[in-house]
């Protein structure tokens, strides 16, 4: 007579040695395991934001981790917290990864006041990306509204490296007020060296500020945009999506060639814990990154 | 499917076999309610009698044998300037005896989105390896809707499942774990009688369901009515706390939290169930939430169970065990909630 259960094993994979396959049964990996990191640098942009460098300190690990502009990464600051925060550096630097983080909770606080050489965790990257080859012989319109530059950090250092296969590239750049502008170091390269037009905006002007002041809608007057060939992406505040994707709109731009990148609170990053979920959809896994058709499709998503 | 009849009395026997050799979960009567009624959960059992196999169904779901409250996803151990990651997701094997066809249908449910998603929950899938499930049918209480979503019936998802054919059971047998420890009590194959026998008590219980939900239509339908004034009348009895996604079968939303011990030495990542009707489900950095109001979470919570999300192909999650309108302070049940949203459609309607 035997009525004893074995003991049943399950055997995991390492986390994220390929790209999961949707659609088809998927290995089981140690989906929680993070990629221990060192920050290597901090760079203090404003008051409120910094620039991480993190370096994966296993150089097998540092070998799979691969990214495209737009996924995002979950940061963990072991015993405070996980954040997702979307990557922004180049994909082709495999050295080490940039992350733009503003001040604004207890993980974010926390890794705030982090030293160079604190090792922190990172898993990932989830969710989906720009169509960078899509894009090639295009003109290329990048939108950003204050945090939002951060994201597209990684797109248009894609676009960069490949100048010669790209048309007109241009940055539309707004902030509430001029001391939030972010990466303002690297302005003068862009539009110098890589023939980037770069055009910025505040709402509101201080003594020291000689540019335009108003709405980054404004922008728009000042450029010349062809809708049968250019694709646009925005990130930016909520609210400012609704305004510039009209905008959009109404100049002809077809809506699969508008991509927004949706900002949403995460716990896991892999579609499990309906936090980001908007209308029918998960952010981590079906997003960031959506068309504007797929916006306008989801209930409540802008 | 294989399918067999045993006595009730080598049953006794059989489930006596399985508690003496493993961690045995049955139900149980823990409490009584306002009116007398009896609450059963399931706990652990050492012997048969334990159990109240004629139970009606537990207040919780079995979900919680599988998504705990609480349960650990890793620990760091600081030292110096570093620190240390281990995991943990080896669990003890258990069987659970009497689980009702909802409970089942849940799990079958949360298999796809834990175990057949993009990333499989290694947490989910080592508890649900380790766990040989028994299943019994029963005739349906008066607020039960599960035949209108066709859960009333079981496919998969199970190892063994019991129909009662009063003296004895029809067992239909879904694994090799539960063929291989019914080789130890005597078990009969079904005769022509037993099959009539089976079939007519399927249709017994499927005819005893008195509440029925009209959910043809329904993803669409949910997605048409999403600016419905109907949800604010819902939405402002709702309180707010979560009860309905505690007790759900199937509801999963979780969030992650982290905490220091007191030693400073180690700290844990824990995962805890949540529930989208609380006011900062998706409240993200900054202070922004994209869900306000009550009546939005409310509705979040009935476009989610109704309409499906992309991850378990849109079906609907339901499987109508009306858990949550019996464990609901405000006497939200999603009979009415739908009903009344088809309703007002109706009167919209032009008169044909």
């Known amino acids: 007579m035997n009525y004893r259960l074995l003991k049943q094993d399950i055997n995991l994979k390492p986390f994220m040695t390929m790209p999961p396959q949707f659609n088809r049964k998927t290995i089981v990996m140690r989906t929680d395991k993070v990629y221990k990191c060192e920050i290597i640098n901090i760079v203090e942009l404003t008051g409120l934001e910094k620039l991480f460098h993190l370096k994966i300190l296993d150089p097998v690990e540092r070998e799979i981790f691969s990214f495209r502009p737009g996924q995002f990464i979950m940061l963990e600051v072991p015993g405070f917290g996980e954040v997702p925060i979307s990557v922004s550096s180049s994909s082709n630097n495999r050295e080490f990864i940039e992350l733009c983080i503003r001040k604004s909770g207890r993980t974010t606080n926390m890794l705030h006041r982090a030293k160079k050489g604190a090792k922190v965790g990172i898993r990932g990257p989830f969710g989906t990306s720009f169509p960078m080859e899509e894009m090639a012989g295009n003109n290329v319109l990048l939108i950003a509204g204050g945090l939002g530059l951060a994201p597209l950090r990684a797109p248009l250092y894609w676009v960069i490296e490949r100048r010669d296969e790209y048309r007109d590239v241009a940055v539309l750049y707004g902030t509430k007020e001029p001391e939030q502008m972010l990466f303002t170091y690297q302005y003068e390269e862009w539009e110098k060296v890589n023939h980037v037009k770069l055009l910025t905006i505040v709402e509101k002007a201080d003594k020291d500020w000689k540019g335009r002041t108003g709405l980054i809608t404004e922008l728009f007057e000042e450029i010349n945009i062809d809708p049968d060939n250019t694709y646009v992406i925005v990130c930016g505040p909520p609210v400012m999506f609704k305004f510039v994707c009209n905008h959009l709109d109404s100049l002809g731009i077809p809506m699969n060639r508008m991509f927004v990148s949706l900002e949403r609170r995460m716990h896991c990053g892999m579609g499990k814990c309906c936090r980001c979920m908007v209308g029918s959809t998960f952010t981590c896994v079906d997003g960031p990154v959506f068309d504007y058709w797929s916006v306008l499709n989801l209930q409540e998503a802008i | ?352």
């Open chain 2, 1 to 352: 499917m294989i399918y067999k009849v045993i006595t009730k009395s080598e049953f006794k026997k059989f489930i006596n076999g399985l508690i003496k050799e493993n961690q045995t979960f049955g139900p149980r009567q823990v409490d009584e309610d306002i009116n007398g009624k009896p609450i059963y959960q399931f706990r652990e059992v050492h012997s048969f009698d334990e159990m109240d196999l004629d139970y009606t169904v537990t207040y919780s779901s079995v979900k919680n044998f599988f998504l705990p409250f609480r349960e650990i996803l890793s620990r760091y151990t600081f030292q110096g300037d570093d620190w240390e990651q281990s995991l943990e997701y080896r669990v003890n094997p258990r069987v659970i005896v009497g689980l009702r066809p909802c409970d089942i249908n849940g799990l079958a449910i949360l298999d796809k989105i834990f175990i057949k998603g993009a990333f499989p929950s290694p947490y989910y899938l080592a508890r649900r390896n380790n766990t040989f499930l028994i299943g019994m049918d029963h005739e349906p209480l008066e607020d039960c809707f599960c035949e209108s979503l066709n859960h009333h019936v079981v496919r998969h998802g199970f190892n063994l499942f019991c129909s009662d054919l009063g003296d004895r059971y029809y067992l239909s047998i879904d694994s090799s774990k539960a063929f291989n420890f019914l080789k130890n009590v005597e078990t009969t194959e079904p005769t022509k009688k037993d099959n009539e026998k089976f079939i007519a008590r399927k249709n017994f219980i499927e005819r005893s369901f008195k509440t029925r939900v009209e959910v043809t239509g329904l993803p669409s339908f949910l997605d048409i009515e999403f600016k419905s004034p109907i949800w604010k009348k819902w939405g402002d009895k709702c309180l707010n706390c979560g009860t309905c996604a505690m007790v759900c079968p199937t509801c999963y939303c979780y969030g992650i939290e982290e905490s220091i011990d007191v030693s400073l030495k180690t700290s844990r990542k824990e995962r805890f169930q949540y529930s989208c009707n609380i006011v900062d489900f998706a409240e993200v950095a900054g202070g922004h939430n994209f869900r306000p109001l009550r009546e939005d979470r409310l509705k979040y919570r009935f476009y989610h169970h109704y309409r499906g999300f992309a991850e378990n192909a849109e079906e609907p999650i339901c499987v109508g065990c009306n858990r949550c309108g019996r464990a609901c302070l405000a006497g939200i049940n999603p009979r009415d909630v739908i009903n009344d949203l088809r309703l007002e459609s109706k009167d919209e309607l032009p008169a044909t």
